[in-house]
Each structure stands twice: as structure tokens, then as C-alpha cells.
């Protein structure tokens, strides 16, 4: 009784050991990928100015292609432009040092895989960093473009009246605007990998994802009338794209997530 009361001690033990072991690794990983960032921070910071330019240029060419007068202008406090720069920094070093926050992350989730799986490493972080970058060419090349240019449709002559609405942009306002748009279509193109990751670990199956899609695609559409401007063109510019990421997700489930054992199998054949 005393022995069999020792092992449950010691496999507890062991149990504990293991979780602590996890923890560290946990705080290896983070803090790897914490220094990684703020090498990528000092070169975006090196190259601020560069990428203040980049990141302007959307509303630029939708002012242009609005046809408003003068200069598109963007205003903000005699301090605003040094946090502005600090910003920008900021989030184009999440981009820049994404290959290597990514493959910390796999380094971490690893161990929990069979072996066969834990030989894609290179695979999941080239995959990861080409979703991710793929959903901020979506936002900056497609979404924000058309978000600008509803927006500037709303500042228009005010009817019976000599007077218009100015568009006037604050420089806080429309980074933080940008910057956040491009983060968050960026993180939302990892949903394959989010679901193929949970298919391999056997949380989900094709067939569960597949039952799912109709309110997906309802999510989807939501999501499209919320970032975009209401018409049915730029929604389904927004909607479609998430639509085929799910159903891009359900076909790597179904190759690669671990397979459920049928339940035919577990019936007696001679019954």
C-alpha cells in the first residue's frame, strides 16, 4: 500500500517537474523572440522616416483618385510626430522579425508533436511568415485603400449651403488607424495554421470545420461589412479572401490533421 502510494508520489512529482520544465521553456522562447525585437525595432527605428513614407502612400493615392483639391495634409501636436515614428517602429518590427518570433513559437509547440511532425519546421515557419505578410499586402493594397476612399465620399458640399466637410486626418489618428488594420489582417491570415496546428494536435476534423463553414461564412461577412465600405463590391473584396483561408484550413486538416480512428473499426466484425 505504502510502495503503491510512493509511485503515485513520485509519478505527481514527476508530473510537477515536467510542468516547471514547460514553464522555462516557455520563458527561453519569449525571451529569445523579446531580443529578436528589439534588433528588428532599432533597424525599423534606423528607417523610420522610410516606412512613414510607405505607410502614407494609401491615403495619398485615395485622395488623388478622389479628386479633392489642394494637398492631402496630416496634422497633429509639435511632439506627435516623434511618437508617430516610435510607433511605426514598432509595428514594422513585429513584420520584420516575424520568421523568428514564428520559429520560437514552433520550437515551443514542438515537443508536444509526433517526430514526423516536428520535421516541418522550416515548412511552418516560411508558411506562417507568407500568411502573415500576405494579410498586411490585403489590408494595404485592397481594405485601407477602399476604406479611404468611402471616407472621403462622406466630406462632401453640405446641400443648400456654400459650405463642405474638410477632410482634416491627425496623424495619431490615421497610423494608429493603419498600423492596426494591417496587424490585425495580418494575424487573421494565420487562421490556417491556427486550424492546422489544432487539427494535428487532434482538437478538430475536417468534418467538424466542414459543418462549421455556413456560419463562417456568415462571420466572414460580418467582418467584411464592418472594415469596408457598404457596398456589396468591397465586402465581398473583404468577406471572400476569409472564406477561402477557412476552406483552404479544412483541406490541410484533412491531409494533415491527425486521423480519428473509425468507429467501424471498433465493432465487433463477426457481430
Same mark, same amino acid.
Given at each position: ?27 527561453? *522562447? ?27 502612400? #494609401? ?21 506627435? #510626430?516623434?511618437?508617430?515614428?516610435? *510607433? ?10 516575424? #520568421? ?17 511532425? *516536428? ?37 462632401? #458640399? ?5 459650405? *463642405? ?107
Amino acid at each position: 500500500m505504502s510502495a503503491s502510494a510512493k509511485t503515485e508520489q513520485e509519478l505527481d512529482d514527476e508530473k510537477r517537474m515536467s510542468f516547471l520544465d514547460h514553464l522555462a521553456e516557455l520563458r527561453t *522562447r519569449i525571451m529569445r523572440a523579446l531580443k529578436i525585437y528589439v534588433i528588428a525595432f532599432a533597424i525599423c527605428w534606423w528607417k523610420a522616416e522610410v516606412l512613414l513614407g510607405f505607410i502614407t502612400k #494609401p491615403l495619398a493615392k485615395a485622395w488623388k483618385l478622389s479628386n479633392l483639391k489642394d494637398l492631402p495634409e496630416l496634422h497633429g501636436a509639435l511632439a506627435e #510626430p516623434f511618437a508617430v515614428y516610435m *510607433r511605426v517602429a514598432m509595428y514594422a518590427a513585429l513584420f520584420l522579425a516575424s #520568421p523568428a518570433i514564428f520559429f520560437q513559437i514552433w520550437g515551443f509547440v514542438a515537443p508536444g508533436l509526433y517526430k514526423n511532425e *516536428r520535421r516541418v519546421t522550416i515548412s511552418f515557419v516560411s508558411f506562417a511568415t507568407v500568411l502573415f505578410v500576405a494579410g498586411a499586402a490585403f489590408a494595404y493594397y485592397i481594405a485601407l485603400p477602399m476604406a479611404f476612399r468611402f471616407f472621403f465620399t462622406q466630406h462632401a #458640399p453640405i446641400p443648400g449651403t456654400n459650405m *463642405r466637410i474638410a477632410p482634416m486626418q491627425m496623424v495619431s489618428g490615421y497610423f494608429d488607424f493603419v498600423l492596426q488594420s494591417v496587424l490585425i489582417f495580418g494575424i487573421s491570415f494565420e487562421l490556417p495554421l491556427a486550424l492546422l496546428l489544432a487539427g494535428m494536435a487532434g482538437l478538430v476534423d475536417h468534418k467538424q470545420l466542414w459543418r462549421f463553414g455556413r456560419y463562417f461564412i456568415l462571420i466572414a461577412f460580418t467582418v467584411g461589412a464592418i472594415f469596408s465600405p457598404p457596398d456589396v463590391v468591397s465586402q465581398t473584396l473583404v468577406s471572400v479572401p476569409l472564406c477561402l483561408l477557412y476552406f483552404f484550413s479544412i483541406l490541410l486538416v484533412y491531409l494533415f490533421g491527425k486521423k480519428k480512428p473509425a468507429a467501424a473499426s471498433t465493432e465487433n466484425p463477426s457481430a
